[in-house]
């Protein structure tokens, strides 16, 4: 089983005909599979590769059961 991880969309810009991201943790990302992704927007990354957009609501609590869980 894989475990994604939520982080923070820091930064977003235009890399020729792709979109790239920097994400909170500090690592830059193709952001492909999420182009309505902007800055400040929280992301579930799977296998280093933001793969949805998160409500804010949703990723805070989901962000606190992983530290009320241990696995922060």
Do not use: N, Q
């Amino acid at each position: 089983m894989c475990l994604g991880s939520i982080d923070v969309l820091a930064e977003a810009w235009e890399d020729g005909e792709s979109r790239t991201g920097r994400l909170g943790c500090g690592k830059i990302v193709p952001l492909a599979f999420v182009p309505e992704a902007g800055e400040g927007d929280y992301v579930l990354v799977h296998l280093g590769v933001p793969v949805e957009v998160l409500e804010a609501k949703a990723a805070a609590e989901a962000l606190a059961l992983r530290t009320e869980g241990g696995l922060g």
